[in-house]
T-cell receptor, first 109, second 114 residues
């Protein structure tokens, strides 16, 4: 059973538009949520996080939204740039993180 | 910026051989992890290590696998009698141990079992 799901394996967006990446989780006890970005042949790198006491966290072009009742979080990238093309993983947990399967974002110039 | 380093970046091994993947976590971190990603699949948790012992492990982490921190800096993953399905990217991560701290990942070791 997958505790963390990213149902869209891939997403294509035009440069300058908004990219929305989604993540659903099953365990309401998770209290910390992270997004990682991964380029080919590199390790995941931390992008942005949110704790369960918040519903929104913003860092430049990246905003993470948390809907605890729906057990859903999303990452918004506005405006999307070609350099944002990567695989994005959501991770949930506290000390140990469970990751989703990833969504491959392609930003078209 | 501190970073987690992993060696080698790519390891090719014959089926049935033993491999050791090495990781140097960030020096003041207390929790260490191994994850793997089989090509095209999700990132999977293997094991967490704290205070010189395994704190948690997944179903994947069976007797074929072991971890140790032999010298207080290196954190190693040993895979005995490798199988073709062990081919994957293996990522090491470390965390300070404070609640809600970010995990820092290494660049990964690509293991290819032939």
């Amino acid at each position: 059973d997958q505790q963390v799901k990213q149902n869209s394996p891939s997403l294509s967006v035009q440069e300058g538009r908004i990219s929305i990446l989604n993540c659903d989780y099953t365990n309401s006890m998770f209290d910390y949520f992270l997004w990682y970005k991964k380029y080919p042949a590199e390790g995941p790198t931390f992008l942005i996080s949110i704790s369960s006491i918040k519903d929104k966290n913003e860092d430049g072009r990246f905003t993470v939204f948390l809907n605890k009742s729906a057990k859903h979080l999303s990452l918004h990238i506005v405006p999307s740039q070609p350099g944002d093309s990567a695989v994005y993983f959501c991770g949930v947990g506290t000390y140990k993180y469970i990751f989703g399967t990833g969504t491959r974002l392609k930003v078209l110039a | 910026e501190p970073e987690v380093t992993q060696t080698p970046s790519h390891q090719v091994t014959q089926m049935g051989q033993e491999v050791i993947l090495r990781c140097v976590p960030i020096s003041n971190h207390l929790y260490f992890y191994w994850y793997r990603q089989i090509l095209g699949q999700k990132v999977e948790f293997l094991v967490s290590f704290y205070n010189n012992e395994i704190s948690e492990k997944s179903e994947i982490f069976d007797d074929q696998f072991s971890v140790e921190r032999p010298d207080g800096s290196n954190f190693t993953l040993k895979i005995r009698s490798t199988k073709l399905e062990d081919s994957a990217m293996y990522f090491c991560a470390s965390i300070t141990g404070q609640i809600a701290s970010e995990a820092f990942f290494g660049q990964g070791t690509r293991l290819t079992v032939v």
